[in-house]
């Protein structure tokens, strides 16, 4: 099959011929179909995640169809639309055991623990805890860009976030991840101020239904300016981003007994972050992180988007060859696509 594979960190990516996948007894190969593009790839690329191994084909964003299945799999056929989470459960341990797999003790993860969706087909183990069934009318553009930044963001806002109608909800980072949580927790009821340095960012933040928004290049206290906004600070404040500037604002425009959701991944310079913790200690400010969303979640979301609640097809941008996602990926820490870049020509 064809597949983007890199063969050192930081060095060019290149289409190669390499071996099809083979299901495992309790996995699946899908042909792929649709592949978003996400910031975490271009860390896996840079080296940030120690679990991978090179040489290495990355994506983690998918949607496609089941071309293959192994011997002990019970409850998937041939030709069946899914997609995937993008961190998948072992099933036996103690986390998969209580319900969480996104936080399994063994868990795989294609594009990072295994090789990925940027090529013609991938490989899935544990099927069927993994899959999830795609809806007639959802295509696979729309499907794809659930597998990361959407549920991701539906966990921090619904399960880890709690939000609900009327509070307000600050933002931090309008990029993917924040863009699909301020869709989420407006589509909750609640108050959204979207936070970033991109003016065309903020703008789609707004038609997604954020009631206020801050330029960050022209506001000189972020903190304070949502606390103004509000009030008294937020209910509910996420940093989609992952900086030690967006951890801090967003613990502190917190008002009392207000929560922290950390979303964005914190890496390099930004991985042991400054924290306001008298703070938390003097006003009972909570903070949580979010990592993806186990399968059996998805019904909840995938009922909001069934019902008009929730529109992720919105936050589809630009559709590539698996070419021009040689360039495309390496260029992934500039910021400068607006909602998600999705693969979708692979021969």
Request: charged residues 20%; aromatic residues 6%.
């Amino acid at each position: 099959m064809r597949a983007v594979v890199y063969e050192a960190f930081r060095q060019p990516l290149s289409i190669q011929q390499v071996a099809d996948p083979i299901p495992d007894d309790e996995g699946v190969v899908l042909q792929v179909m649709a592949a978003g593009l996400c910031r975490s790839d271009w860390h896996g690329w840079m080296g940030h995640d120690p679990d991978i191994v090179l040489p290495h084909v990355p994506g983690h964003e998918l949607a496609g169809i089941v071309v293959a299945i192994g011997k002990n799999v019970k409850h998937w056929q041939g030709g069946e639309r899914v997609t995937v989470p993008f961190v998948g459960g072992c099933g036996d341990c103690p986390q998969c055991v209580s319900g969480n797999h996104q936080v399994c003790d063994a868990q795989f993860q294609a594009g990072f623990t295994h090789w990925g969706c940027f090529a013609e087909y991938v490989g899935i183990q544990r099927a069927d805890i993994n899959l999830v069934r795609l809806p007639g009318s959802m295509s696979f553009e729309t499907a794809s860009s659930l597998g990361c930044r959407f549920v991701t963001s539906f966990r921090a806002v619904v399960d880890q976030g709690a939000v609900r109608a009327g509070q307000w909800v600050a933002v931090h980072g309008c990029g993917g991840v924040g863009l699909s949580a301020i869709m989420i927790a407006n589509a909750l009821g609640a108050n959204v101020i979207a936070i970033d340095i991109g003016a065309h960012q903020l703008a789609m933040a707004r038609k997604l239904g954020a009631v206020a928004t801050i330029d960050v290049t022209k506001t000189d206290n972020v903190v304070h300016a949502v606390k103004e906004i509000t009030g008294g600070g937020a209910h509910v404040s996420i940093d989609a981003f992952g900086s030690q500037q967006t951890c801090f604002n967003s613990i502190d425009n917190l008002r009392k007994r207000g929560r922290h959701v950390q979303v964005g991944l914190m890496t390099g310079e930004d991985q042991h972050p400054v924290i306001p913790m008298g703070r938390v200690l003097a006003d009972e400010l909570e903070i949580v992180g979010s990592h993806g969303m186990q399968a059996f979640r998805y019904s909840e979301m995938m009922g909001m988007i069934g019902e008009g609640k929730l529109e992720p097809e919105k936050l589809v941008g630009e559709k590539i060859s698996l070419e021009d996602s040689l360039a495309a990926l390496v260029r992934m820490d500039q910021f400068n696509n607006v909602g998600v870049m999705v693969i979708n020509k692979f021969d």
